[in-house]
């Protein structure tokens, strides 16, 4: 009697451990993406985006189109599926992700650590920090590197920021800023070697690089990421998505929808 | 990417709680007194060193220390007001922040730093009261849903205010844009209704203090045809507040004036909304006998977001702001200042809202804080 009650707990040991691992192993398990399947399953991928901010994003006679706008038909085209647009303010864009009325935002969004924990941001595919430029022959890299010399920049604007934030953080940087009323002019004085290098939006630059080509970008002067964001539980989409830019990014897919939106519709008057 | 960390974070959650409730806590025993002691009235902060006489009397800024708890951060923001030039600060005091449970009861800890470091800084401090405590409104209302069965509630808080801050405080506004939907409680805007408020608030606010100086809300710059359900337009609001018998009842006005895409020296027209739209607004003030009252710009300014079509660029945002300053000094004798929206937010909005800012969250003036300081140290 005693052996078979023994016999009895031993079963009841190797049940439970079984039991344990099967529970720990399938717990561990990725839960199904319930909005990637919807997508597959609908063939549509629906995205939210705030078709005011040309050339990453508008909307004109029925159509939408920009840099984003490729983007995510990039995206779409990975899944499989066909893109459905929104057309969203800004400021509701999170919500029509909440709310499950769109399966990506994809909108020259900024990553706000804030919100990083309701959903999921991809890479960034875009650094819209201000660019520093210089002449192509130059060694510098950074503004440590011009810091004897002159810097131009756009009054006031995100670049001009910028410069006098890094002034502010190296008093003895000898760096000096010259301010111009748009960052055509700021680049136009370095093409005239009035500065020695000059800081710039990248659509800017990108557009104004085209009649200059013997100058260049060396370095984005910050991270200012534009990223895509999937909902919370959307984990295998958002892998799909950062497979997506990272695929682009280095086959040039990303480069020549720069040279094709920032070149063609540069941002005007800024 | 952040699907990698999210096992390792799976536990942030149950921390964050943590943390919040420990902040709630201390938050909650803040207010309570337990911590910060709120009573008695501080002394008066002294304000024997007069003001230094500014180049521009006339340069303002409108603060944004509501949601700001450190103190030393409200400090650093009223003193970087004055190291910019301006010698005037509007900020709004939340009724539903000071007396949040009932009527009885009053956390002064927070304005009683505002108004010290007001006073420390020797900025000239213009308060704003409105928003409306669950216990005086209906349930799920909207926060500036005040009825008329609460006037006198609401009379007895800002006459409280009013003497507590005597002699620190000289400027009160009350209400806010009482012209749209939104600020008049998600009801149909009622002039009449506002003229009757400001009837039952300034007889107690002259009780507290006699040199207290009342100001009519600042009202929405909008052109709202006659039959809007959701404003109206701001001549028409105070021509209505006129005749529903509330001149007696304020001893300035308060104006919004946003310049939106015009230049500062756009000028004004009964059917244009520019930063002159002030200039609209004393014209009726003039029509109705109150051409010696002052008016006080207490918001308005320029955005300078690539991404909002109200916008202008960075360098046209800078020449305007100055200008602005400039035009209210040398061809507005009325007006008595100009506080522009907003001088800091206490984090970043992330949208076109951040362009208002002359400072960033962290602190760093923005290339707009030191144009305007240069234009106001020089002669």
Redesign the interface.
């Known amino acids: 009697m005693k052996k078979v009650l023994l016999i009895g707990l031993d079963l009841l040991a190797v049940t439970t451990l079984v039991a344990v691992g099967l529970l720990l192993y399938y717990g561990r398990q990725e839960p199904a993406d319930l909005a990637l399947a919807q997508v597959r399953a609908s063939g549509l991928l629906r995205v939210a985006t705030d078709a ?2 040309p050339p990453f994003e508008s909307y004109t006679d029925g159509a939408y189109s920009g840099y984003d706008i490729d983007l995510a038909k990039l995206i779409g085209a990975r899944l499989g599926v066909a893109v459905a647009f929104s057309n969203i303010p ?2 509701s864009l999170y919500q029509a992700l909440g709310e499950g009325k769109v399966d990506a935002i994809v909108s ?1 969004l ?1 990553f ?1 650590y ?1 919100r ?2 309701d959903l ?4 960034a595919y875009f650094n819209a920090a201000p660019l520093l430029v210089v002449p192509a022959a130059s060694t510098a890299r950074s503004l440590s590197d011009i810091a004897a010399g002159k810097l131009g920049a ?4 995100d670049s ?2 910028a410069a ?2 890094w002034q ?1 953080d190296h008093p003895t940087g000898g760096l000096q800023l010259a ?1 111009f ?2 960052p055509t002019a700021a680049l136009d004085a370095l093409a005239a070697g009035q500065v020695a290098a000059a800081l710039a939006d990248p659509l800017e630059f990108t557009a104004w690089q085209v009649a200059h080509p013997a100058y260049k970008a060396v370095a984005n002067l910050g991270e200012a990421g534009y990223v895509v964001a999937v909902g919370k539980q959307s ?1 295998q989409l ?2 799909l998505v ?1 497979e997506t830019i990272a695929n682009a990014q280095a086959d040039g897919t990303l480069a020549r929808l720069a040279a094709r939106w920032f070149v063609a519709t540069p ?1 005007p ?2 | 990417m952040q699907s990698p960390n999210h096992d390792r974070l799976r536990w942030l959650p149950g921390g964050a709680i943590l943390l919040l409730l420990l902040g709630l806590f201390v938050q909650q025993a803040a207010r309570s007194g337990s911590l910060v002691s709120s009573t008695p009235a501080p002394a008066l902060v002294p304000t024997a060193a007069p003001l230094s006489q500014p180049r521009n009397p006339k340069v303002g800024v409108h603060t944004r220390l509501t949601d700001e708890a450190d103190p030393q951060k409200i400090s650093q923001t009223m003193q970087m007001v004055r190291a910019m030039g301006a010698t005037w600060a509007v900020e709004y005091f939340p009724w539903l922040y000071i007396q949040q449970t009932d009527a009885s009861h009053y956390d002064w800890a927070h304005p009683d730093l505002v108004v010290a470091a007001a006073n420390a800084a020797n900025v000239l401090l213009i308060a704003r009261i409105d928003m409306v405590p669950a216990w005086a409104r209906p349930p799920d209302s909207s926060l500036s849903r005040l009825d008329r069965d609460h006037y006198a509630a609401y009379a007895d808080f800002v006459a409280t205010f009013v003497a507590r801050y005597r002699g620190q405080v000289h400027y009160y506004i009350i209400w806010n844009e009482p012209n749209v939907i939104w600020e008049w409680g998600g009801q149909r805007v009622d002039p009449s209704a506002y003229a009757a408020l400001l009837k039952v608030v300034y007889p107690r606010v002259k009780a507290a203090d006699p040199t207290a100086t009342i100001l009519m809300a600042g009202l929405a710059p909008t052109l709202e045809p006659p039959d809007s359900p959701v404003a109206m337009r701001d001549t028409s609001y105070l021509t209505a507040v006129y005749q529903a018998g509330g001149g007696p009842y304020f001893d300035a006005l308060a104006v919004h004036a946003y310049g939106l895409t015009t230049p500062a020296d756009d000028p004004s027209g009964p059917d244009k909304l520019n930063f002159a739209r002030v200039e609209q607004i004393r014209a009726v003030m003039v029509a109705n006998g109150d051409q010696r009252k002052p008016v006080f710009v207490t918001e308005g300014g320029w955005n300078d977001s690539p991404r909002w079509v109200n916008a202008v660029s960075p360098p046209e945002r800078i020449r305007s702001t100055i200008a602005a300053y400039e035009r209210a000094n040398r061809d507005w004798p009325w007006c008595l200042s100009v506080s522009l929206w907003a001088f800091r937010l206490p984090k970043p909005a992330y949208t076109y809202m951040d362009h208002y800012t002359f400072v960033a969250p962290d602190f760093v003036p923005r290339p707009i804080y030191f144009e305007v300081q240069k234009a106001e140290a020089s002669p």
């Open positions: 005011t901010y800004s400021d020259a900024p706000i804030e990083s924990n999921i941001y991809s890479r756009q009054l006031g604007s001009d920021e006098r934030r502010r301010t009323d748009t984990r958002a892998r950062d941002n008057g800024r």
